[in-house]
């Protein structure tokens, strides 16, 4: 049974991308898509430029794009721009991040050195391996907001913008718990007022963002947007909102092989994950308060997936461990290892072994482009607050406040595209196949 299609304005314009953080995967995603759009490079990793959709029955063979079936913003009609501590432009910042290779950078590199990065809200209470002379100055953070949102008007205005999205691609933060100044806008805007130190740089990025009607996505696992404030502040002005953290390496793989040792109701007695990273992410981790942040939201995916509460038997004491080594000479080529000690018929152990060489930022660079798309495509379906349809992007997923999160990879693609045939007035696909034999 199909539904009225929801009414989406069509992606007319120019559409800004904001980017707090120009350093490695912002280049490598900015580098990329001007790669793309000369026709030297395919957007692979992409959902929103490769991927099709199921429509109605398998025997339709109904199977479009997903980039047509919903309308999505042209590559062409993208604007870039963004704030880093450091002044290089982006193909300085793109040499030196040593992600892409050179034949490609020097065919990009016009469209990278027009990039330069303006002043940075940063304080290195909140980042404590680094440092960089391109940041704001200001009395409050209050003042620090509205740099933002002058910054934000300006670009707009400057460059025909249409809509905006924001998508944060700067460092982890230290960690942080929820206090009561997150707890409303009245109470987080009188903290900016009063300096109040609860009040991370990348939540006034998201203030300023939702301040000025543009959409929000956290790529760290920083709280940032993950408080009642920011969720208020979304509903209040139209915003949808979505995070945390960029789901890319090893906890990717930990989506993709726990769903499977559920499925098959196989024990699990321990998991040991290890990972060497020599960019400037893995400095930033090197830091036990950083690293803090990135371990809570590395060890929350085995937990909901596996349900160990629902199988005691299976799950309920298994042991898992994470680590994060900064080792320089690897540079964006991180190593995820992991060693998974499981139980199957009769208690019997056996042991699953998974290294993983990948590259942190061509992995993070099309998860980039789909959120900032399909963010400017819930914003034009009147979607605000926080868009759980897009947990399929990120290690540590926003969600209600009542709700547990949804950690498995292939319940969240699901997820998303029964989101999509929704808006298009489709029927949503539940697998159950009885059509066929009725």
Same mark, same amino acid.
């Given at each position: 049974?199909?539904?009225?299609?929801?009414?989406?304005?069509?992606?007319?314009?120019?559409?800004?991308?904001?980017?707090?953080?120009?350093?490695?995967?912002?280049?490598?995603?900015?580098?990329?898509?001007?790669?793309?759009?000369?026709?030297?490079?395919?957007?692979?990793?992409?959902?929103?430029?490769?991927?099709?959709?199921?429509?109605?029955?398998?025997?339709?063979?109904?199977?479009?794009?997903?980039?047509?079936?919903?309308?999505?913003?042209?590559?062409?009609?993208?604007?870039?721009?963004?704030?880093?501590?450091?002044?290089?432009?982006?193909?300085?910042?793109?040499?030196?991040?040593?992600?892409?290779?050179?034949?490609?950078?020097?065919?990009?590199?016009?469209?990278?050195?027009?990039?330069?990065?303006?002043?940075?809200?940063?304080?290195?209470?909140?980042?404590?391996?680094?440092?960089?002379?391109?940041?704001?100055?200001?009395?409050?953070?209050?003042?620090?907001?509205?740099?933002?949102?002058?910054?934000?008007?300006?670009?707009?205005?400057?460059?025909?913008?249409?809509?905006?999205?924001?998508?944060?691609?700067?460092?982890?933060?230290?960690?942080?718990?929820?206090?009561?100044?997150?707890?409303?806008?009245?109470?987080?805007?009188?903290?900016?007022?009063?300096?109040?130190?609860?009040?991370?740089?990348?939540?006034?990025?998201?203030?300023?963002?939702?301040?000025?009607?543009?959409?929000?996505?956290?790529?760290?696992?920083?709280?940032?947007?993950?408080?009642?404030?920011?969720?208020?502040?979304?509903?209040?002005?139209?915003?949808?909102?979505?995070?945390?953290?960029?789901?890319?390496?090893?906890?990717?793989?930990?989506?993709?092989?726990?769903?499977?040792?559920?499925?098959?109701? =196989?024990?699990?007695?321990?998991?040991?994950?290890? /990972?060497? %990273?020599?960019?400037?992410? +893995? *400095?930033? $981790?090197?830091?036990?308060?950083?690293?803090?942040?990135?371990?809570?939201?590395?060890?929350?995916?085995?937990?909901?997936?596996?349900?160990?509460?629902?199988?005691?038997?299976?799950?309920?004491?298994?042991?898992?461990?994470?680590?994060?080594?900064?080792?320089?000479?690897?540079?964006?080529?991180?190593?995820?290892?992991?060693?998974?000690?499981?139980?199957?018929?009769?208690?019997?152990?056996?042991?699953?072994?998974?290294?993983?060489?990948?590259?942190?930022?061509?992995?993070?660079?099309?998860?980039?482009?789909?959120?900032?798309?399909?963010?400017?495509?819930?914003?034009?379906?009147?979607?605000?607050?926080?868009?759980?349809?897009?947990?399929?992007?990120?290690?540590?997923?926003?969600?209600?406040?009542?709700?547990?999160?949804?950690?498995? =990879?292939?319940?969240?693609?699901?997820?998303?595209? /029964?989101? %999509?045939?929704?808006?298009? +007035? *489709?029927? $949503?696909?539940?697998?159950?196949?009885?059509?066929?034999?009725?």
């Amino acid at each position: 049974m199909t539904k009225s299609p929801v009414q989406i304005k069509n992606p007319k314009g120019r559409l800004g991308v904001l980017i707090p953080g120009m350093g490695a995967v912002a280049t490598t995603f900015i580098g990329g898509v001007e790669a793309v759009k000369l026709g030297i490079a395919q957007p692979i990793g992409s959902l929103t430029q490769m991927g099709t959709i199921r429509l109605g029955k398998r025997t339709e063979k109904r199977t479009p794009m997903i980039k047509e079936f919903v309308q999505l913003a042209s590559l062409k009609d993208l604007v870039f721009g963004g704030w880093d501590i450091f002044e290089d432009d982006c193909y300085k910042a793109s040499k030196k991040a040593g992600v892409l290779e050179q034949n490609i950078l020097e065919k990009v590199k016009k469209p990278l050195q027009s990039l330069k990065p303006w002043k940075a809200v940063f304080d290195q209470q909140y980042v404590h391996r680094l440092s960089g002379p391109n940041v704001k100055k200001g009395k409050t953070k209050w003042d620090l907001a509205q740099m933002l949102r002058d910054d934000i008007r300006a670009f707009k205005k400057k460059n025909g913008l249409s809509r905006m999205v924001m998508i944060w691609c700067a460092s982890t933060e230290a960690f942080m718990k929820p206090d009561p100044v997150h707890d409303t806008i009245e109470a987080f805007e009188k903290g900016l007022k009063e300096n109040h130190p609860a009040i991370a740089p990348s939540m006034i990025y998201a203030y300023g963002a939702l301040c000025e009607g543009v959409p929000f996505a956290n790529g760290a696992p920083n709280l940032t947007a993950d408080i009642p404030a920011m969720n208020e502040l979304s509903k209040v002005n139209n915003v949808p909102i979505a995070g945390k953290d960029f789901k890319t390496g090893q906890t990717w793989m930990k989506t993709v092989v726990a769903p499977g040792l559920k499925a098959r109701l =196989l024990g699990l007695a321990g998991w040991y994950s290890t /990972n060497i %990273l020599g960019n400037r992410d +893995g *400095e930033v $981790l090197d830091d036990p308060d950083s690293f803090k942040t990135k371990e809570e939201s590395k060890l929350s995916v085995l937990e909901y997936i596996l349900q160990p509460d629902l199988y005691p038997d299976l799950y309920k004491n298994f042991y898992h461990k994470v680590r994060i080594d900064y080792y320089p000479p690897r540079g964006d080529n991180k190593e995820g290892w992991d060693n998974i000690d499981i139980f199957g018929w009769l208690g019997y152990p056996m042991q699953l072994k998974i290294d993983f060489l990948c590259r942190d930022s061509i992995l993070a660079a099309p998860i980039v482009l789909d959120l900032v798309l399909f963010l400017d495509l819930a914003q034009r379906s009147g979607m605000h607050g926080i868009q759980e349809w897009l947990s399929f992007y990120f290690k540590s997923p926003m969600a209600a406040p009542e709700l547990y999160p949804e950690h498995d =990879l292939f319940i969240q693609l699901m997820k998303l595209k /029964n989101r %999509l045939r929704h808006l298009r +007035g *489709e029927q $949503l696909i539940t697998h159950l196949g009885l059509e066929y034999y009725d």
